[in-house]
């Protein structure tokens, strides 16, 4: 079942933090409750010490604390004051720092299972990917969704909290005023829901914008030495600046109509604040609403300015958390490899395998087919050569043997074992293919070998032997050590080909597949590589894919590929005596 990125999927993962949130929400009690005190005392005092109307406030001051003249109780309130804000302050950290920790959590968790969710997709949905599109999602939206979880909803709790218990005091204090309070206060948020649904709209423009010009910028920069070698610098920035335009304009778009909206909203709670400000004065001319309460009350309302805020804007920040998992969902929408259950497994113990394709058809696109009904036998430890013309399908028949594209029609075996009944990463495990432009990353000559597992040197120097990359390594100025660029920048095509090469050996598999994997060699270094080779190839089935009759005449069998199908086979004898032009032709 696919994963999927909701609000309500947000929240439930928040339940799961049980412990966590009930001590958040102790927390938050406890620190709005002493927020919430804060406010009675002073208007308390400008009643009893000012104005000489008693609540029995000074007087249990006097009996159960410390007994003072006018400045001693002013200045003990103060400290008393002063004293609760801090702890409140300190309180609201700590939650906060829950929360941030749970948010952290949770967002790991989201970015560990969308990396889990990338590992499985099918490399035919891949190859259609722009890096840049999928890294915005990973990076922009996983951060949209932590900032809703860590500051927002934290923060929404201490705002639902904090209205409650004032709206508990102002009931207390002038229950008529705290009704007319409380039941036209619903009135501001109901205009800021109007106000916020075009804001989740904007950011989700915002976010595609973003990706947009994430993904130019990044296929520009990694294809930069090519774009020069064209003379085409000014076409491909040119459309990263236009994409870069396309954001800004978006941002300007989002930041100013979500900061109007907000600012609005605002002012729709200033203006209610002014309108119970005046209903208060009025309280205190008609009815017994003291002076120091009616004080009470207009800080009351300042204490709710901030949460009302905090809630309008959770609305503005729900939007822009369903914008960014409706993009998450995007890469949850791609297709995944099938996931297989094993039996058993063919290659175990085994020094080669054979490989049998029965039936075998595969489209990139319904269509048109790029190979239609493959039938072919590759014995274990033979040396089979597949040729055809530039188009035939030759590559697409090497990703298909090693598992990296799904097959529409046909089957597979495996030592007799039928794909359907194995484990990609089995197939892979056991089957190398060297691709005609291997990929390096920009590390290391020795990471490059090794793709980060542990190899002794002796295995290391042993595959650079066989691939002719000894001297090689050697002239580096830094050996294995040695950086080697972007894609392998600092080494030449043929030296690219012959680390891909090592890598082999060093992976020691069952099946190895050359796909013009020495296309950049000379025929020299071709042919010491090759004799090099020989006894570490021997026992292994080898299928070599190339346009060098040199490569391929050493080959037990040969396969003709020709706009996708199989047009003929046989020894390379007899392929021979049909027609001497046959290989110029074919290769």
């Known amino acids: 079942m696919k994963r999927h990125c909701s609000i309500k999927g947000i929240l439930s993962e928040l339940s799961s933090y049980k412990k966590e949130l009930i001590l958040g929400n102790i927390i938050s009690i406890v620190a709005t409750v002493l927020v919430v005190m804060i406010p009675l005392f002073i208007p308390l005092l400008v009643d009893e010490l000012l104005l000489g109307k008693d609540h029995h406030f000074l007087s249990w001051i006097s009996e159960h604390l410390w007994q003072s003249d006018t400045k001693g109780y002013i200045f003990g309130i103060l400290a008393l004051i002063l004293f609760l804000r801090a702890l409140s302050t300190f309180l609201s950290i700590i939650q906060t720092k829950i929360f941030v920790s749970i948010s952290k959590n949770i967002t790991y968790r989201m970015r560990i299972a969308l990396l889990q ?47 409650l218990f004032s709206a508990a005091v102002l009931l ?30 904007l950011k989700k423009e915002e976010n595609r914008a973003i990706d947009l010009f994430q993904a130019s910028l990044t296929e520009t920069l990694e294809l930069f030495h ?47 604040y002014e309108v119970f400000r005046a209903v208060s004065i009025l309280a205190v001319a008609y009815s017994d ?46 297709e995944q490899e099938p996931i297989r259950t094993e039996i058993t497994d063919p290659f175990a113990g085994q020094k080669a395998v054979g490989i049998e394709v029965k039936g075998l058809s595969f489209a990139y696109y319904e269509d048109k087919n790029i190979l239609e009904n493959i039938n072919l036998e590759i014995k274990e430890g033979t040396k089979v050569a597949i040729v055809g013309a530039s188009g035939s399908g030759k590559t697409t028949l090497a990703n298909i043997l090693v598992g990296f594209y799904p ?34 990353f920009n590390d290391t000559m020795r990471f ?61 598999p069952k099946v190895v597949i050359f796909d013009e994997s020495t296309s950049a060699l000379d025929v020299h270094t071709e042919a010491k590589l090759f004799g090099a080779l020989h006894d570490f190839l021997k026992e292994k089935t080898v299928i070599t894919i190339a346009h060098r009759l040199s490569t391929i005449k050493n080959a037990d069998f040969i396969y003709v590929l020709e706009d996708g199908c199989l047009t003929d086979s046989g020894t390379p004898e007899a392929l021979l005596k049909k027609d001497e032009s046959y290989f110029s032709r074919m290769i």
């Open 407 to 440: 097959l529409d029609r046909g089957e597979i075996f495996y030592g007799g074992i039928s794909n359907r009944e194995l484990k990609l990463s089995t197939i892979r495990e056991n089957i190398h293919l060297i691709l005609q432009h291997p990929k390096l």
């Open 289 to 334: 609403l003291s002076v120091g309460l009616m004080l009470a009350i207009f800080s009351y309302l300042w204490v709710m300015v901030t949460p009302t805020q905090d809630i309008i804007n959770f609305q503005y920040a729900v939007s822009t958390a369903k914008a960014a998992c409706e993009r998450i969902n995007s890469i949850y929408l791609l």
């Open 172 to 201: 207390w204090i002038h229950w008529e005023l705290a009704l007319f309070i409380l039941i036209t206060n619903p009135i501001v948020v109901f205009f800021t829901a109007k106000l916020s649904r075009n804001i989740g709209k």
């Open 226 to 272: 090519q774009i020069r070698a064209a003379n085409k610098e000014n076409y491909f920035f040119d459309k990263s600046k236009e994409d870069a335009q396309e954001l800004k304009d978006h941002a300007i778009a989002y930041g100013y109509k979500s900061d109007a909206a907000m600012k609005s909203s605002y002012l729709i709670f200033l203006g209610g």
């Open 448 to 508: 490059n070998l090794t793709l980060g597992k542990d190899y002794s040197d002796e295995a290391i120097h042993k595959a650079l032997q066989i691939a002719q990359l000894k001297e090689v390594v050697e002239g580096l100025k830094q050996g294995l050590d040695t950086l080697v660029g972007k894609d392998g920048i600092k080494l030449s095509g043929g030296q690219r080909q012959r680390v891909a090469i090592a890598r082999m050996v060093l992976s020691d």
């Open 117 to 163: 969710y990338l590992k499985l997709v099918s490399l035919k949905e891949y190859e259609m990917l722009r890096v840049g599109s999928v890294t915005s999602k990973l990076v922009t939206d996983v951060e949209t969704i932590d900032n809703f979880v860590s500051s927002t909803v934290s923060r929404a709790i201490i705002a639902a909290l904090t209205l």
